[in-house]
């Protein structure tokens, strides 16, 4: 029996359909992706990549990230580049808040330090939802001990639960640029 | 070639049974998504393996145009997790997408848009649901057998199911949203027990901007540090600061409405909700008796409540909020004329948190205007006068030690409490204070959070009172929220 190639992508799509509808939720969205990347980048040129994460690399991820689980074996990041050089890479990461869920963009500079944190939607009463001020702390931080609220990220009264799951985001996302960008070997001084 | 058609074969198997199998299986839509990217990932190596082994011509066209189609799944499965929020199916759906080429103006950036930025305001597509969540709170209390006087204290230990509490929303659309919270106290209602159930808040949200909403329907009153974040995780200490029990009624709603917002660094409540009701009022509960509740409110007074709060810098809460209104609630006094009983409720607040460190303060104080006429309608005398003046205050430290670790995720949180409260800080002339309502309590503690959503608390209370009555206790408290 022969199938056109076609019809592999035409029954994934209609699974990813399926489960599109399944896990549908009411969500305030403040910007979207395309905005959000126009705020992040302006006048820059931005692709979109998708990269396939080997095992191995999931679980660098996860180590490096310290969160329960690997990242997803696909990773899809936006890599923007600005009068011929590298202005930085955004990722997108969904994660849940207290029952429901909140999209941020976490944009990284070349130097694999957080840039810029951007809401894109959030579902939860949007009491629990940090003022614009919380999220400028997080610029120029890089991936280490410090990026937790029990140390370098101060917290919010009354909205533990997002001041966490961002910050656990944060360093997801931080966690996989690593992996997928890993800084070149540092060459010996002559 | 025939490789080739081997491998999609496979390819389609694997498709159709994973897909069969998402139709089977109670998967939720995480797990769905999970198995799409494997299945994405492992037909991605396939690919690429045929392409190593390729010798060109027909097959590598035919190994692109899979490729292209991948890349175009990745895409979509990022839509699917990003959700309401991702990048409209109008825009190009290629692998590469050129954002600044789609001819729309670049927004300049200013660099103070962090967050929700200047298109916070901004409404898109939207969804109408229900929402559920809810928390609860259990306490054992053990209380010393002797008074601060020696005396016995004749008090029996208990242990009881504060309350479980199931919150329900519901979005109309984007810009009117309901909030409820229905509350179980004590666990069982009936005849002969004392439980009840209660709404502890029901309000309409219209959600105009981050600077202007307006709220109504059952509110709660924005006062303290409590009031409006009550559930278990958010306070230290298995009861509550005594302070916002007694100085600040917690959990005060009222009925009313109002705005509420933020502009610049500060956000602000101010509400007008039905006011207090002085005919309860008492000498050793203070105004708490007066609240309405919502539950057949008389209505003849009315009040204003408003709230301000600086939150410039992250991780610091500095405030104050005032209530007044009056409370004779169209009682009369006994010489006829109108009583009213001007109530006025104030308090100064901070919380700061700087890495495992937390701190908090707050000062309370009420007046209340003709105490004198609301004793003699009340049949007050002596020292059961209510309080013309009513204070209290407190301050509270903690560390989380496990923040001093790289990686823990709980919490473990020693903390200490001291407060002072008087019901009767001054009473009217020809009353007296009864020096059993003039209260210093020190509490010593550890908090246990294995997770955001759990806490575990255990304390020891020292409770003294001028007249020497107060019973010391310790307290082993449980709680959730979801």
Redesign the interface.
């Known amino acids: 029996m022969r199938f056109d190639a076609g019809v592999v992508s035409r029954v994934v799509r209609a699974a990813a359909a399926a489960a599109l509808a399944a896990c549908a939720l009411e969500a305030k969205v403040f910007l979207t992706q395309e905005e959000a990347l126009r705020l992040a980048f302006p006048g820059a040129t931005v692709v979109r990549r998708a990269a396939f994460l080997t095992e191995a690399q999931q679980r660098e991820a996860q180590k490096l990230s310290g969160d329960d689980r690997p990242p997803a074996a696909l990773a899809t990041f936006y890599v923007a580049r600005k009068d011929g050089r590298d202005a930085g890479t955004a990722y997108f990461d969904t994660h849940v808040v207290r029952t429901t869920s909140e999209t941020i963009m976490v944009v990284v500079d070349p130097s694999g330090s957080i840039a810029r944190i951007e809401v894109l939607s959030f579902s939860e009463p949007e009491e629990y939802l940090p003022r614009p001020r919380w999220y400028a702390q997080f610029s120029g931080k890089p991936l280490d001990a410090e990026l937790s609220v029990k140390r370098g990220v101060r917290p919010v009264v009354g909205a533990t639960l997002t001041a966490r799951a961002t910050t656990a985001a944060a360093r997801r996302v931080l966690a996989l640029h690593r992996v997928l960008h890993p800084a070149p070997p540092r060459t010996p001084a002559p | 070639m025939r490789r080739l058609?081997r491998f999609?074969?496979v390819?389609?198997y694997v498709?159709?049974a994973?897909?069969a199998a998402?139709?089977q299986a109670p998967a939720t839509?995480?797990e769905?998504?999970?198995r799409?990217?494997?299945?994405?990932?492992e037909?991605?190596?396939e690919v690429s393996a045929l392409k190593a082994a390729s010798t060109g011509g027909a097959t590598d066209v035919?190994l692109a145009?899979?490729e292209r189609?991948?890349?175009?799944?990745?895409?979509?499965?990022?839509?699917?997790?990003?959700?309401?929020?991702?990048?409209?199916a109008s825009?190009p759906a290629t692998?590469?997408?050129?954002?600044?080429?789609?001819g729309?103006p670049?927004?300049?950036?200013t660099g103070e848009?962090?967050?929700?930025?200047l298109?916070?305001a901004?409404?898109?597509?939207?969804?109408?649901?229900v929402?559920?969540?809810g928390y609860g709170e259990a306490l054992y209390e053990n209380f010393g057998e002797r008074r601060q006087d020696g005396a016995l204290s004749n008090r029996n230990d208990r242990i009881d199911f504060l309350r479980a509490v199931v919150y329900v929303?519901y979005?109309f659309d984007?810009r009117w949203?309901l909030?409820t919270e229905i509350e179980y106290e004590h666990a069982v209602t009936g005849e002969d027990a004392g439980g009840e159930v209660a709404v502890e808040f029901a309000y309409i949200d219209y959600?105009h901007s981050p600077a202007v909403n307006a709220r109504a329907g059952l509110v709660l009153v924005p006062m303290g540090?409590v009031n409006?974040?009550h559930e278990p995780?958010?306070f230290l200490g298995a009861r509550r600061p005594d302070v916002e029990r007694f100085i600040l009624p917690t959990t005060w709603r009222e009925i009313g409405g109002g705005v509420y917002g933020?502009t610049g660094?500060l956000?602000y409540r101010a509400y007008v909700t039905s006011s207090l009701d002085s005919a309860d009022f008492s000498a050793s509960n203070g105004i708490r008796s007066g609240r309405q509740q919502g539950a057949e409110a008389t209505a003849r007074d009315w009040a204003l409540t408003g709230r301000l709060d600086f939150?410039?810098?992250?991780?610091?809460?500095v405030g104050a909020s005032v209530f007044t209104g009056d409370t004779g609630q169209g009682r009369r006094t006994l010489e006829g004329g109108e009583l009213d009983a001007r109530t006025t409720v104030w308090d100064v607040h901070a919380?700061w948190?700087?890495?495992?460190l937390q701190l908090r303060a707050l000062y309370a104080g009420t007046s209340i205007g003709q105490a004198a006429e609301i004793n003699a309608l009340n049949g007050f005398t002596g020292n059961q006068s209510v309080g013309g003046r009513q204070e209290g205050w407190y301050v509270q430290g903690a560390f989380?030690l496990?923040?001093l670790t790289?990686?823990?995720k709980a919490?473990l949180l020693p903390y200490v409490r001291y407060e002072q409260y008087d019901t009767q800080a001054r009473v009217p002339a020809g009353f007296a204070r009864n020096p059993a309502n003039d209260n210093r309590e020190l509490t010593l503690g550890l908090a246990f959070q294995p997770i955001?959503?759990l806490i575990f608390k255990a304390d020891w209370q020292e409770r003294r009172n001028a007249a020497r009555t107060g019973v010391n206790q310790w307290n082993v408290a449980l709680g959730y929220?979801?």
């Open positions: 058609s999609i074969s390819c389609l498709a159709a994973g897909a998402l139709a839509a995480d769905r998504i999970e799409l990217e494997k299945l994405l990932a037909t991605r190596a035919k145009e899979i189609k991948i890349d175009i799944l990745a895409g979509e499965i990022e839509a699917m997790k990003i959700g309401e929020a991702a990048t409209p825009a692998a590469s997408t050129t954002l600044s080429a789609t729309k670049v927004p300049q950036d848009r962090y967050g929700l930025g298109s916070a901004k409404v898109y597509g939207l969804r109408r649901g929402s559920i969540g929303g979005k984007d949203v909030n959600l540090l409006e974040l995780t958010a933020d660094p956000s939150t410039r810098v992250p991780g610091l809460l919380d948190r700087w890495r495992g989380d496990l923040s790289s990686s823990a919490a955001d959503q929220i979801f």
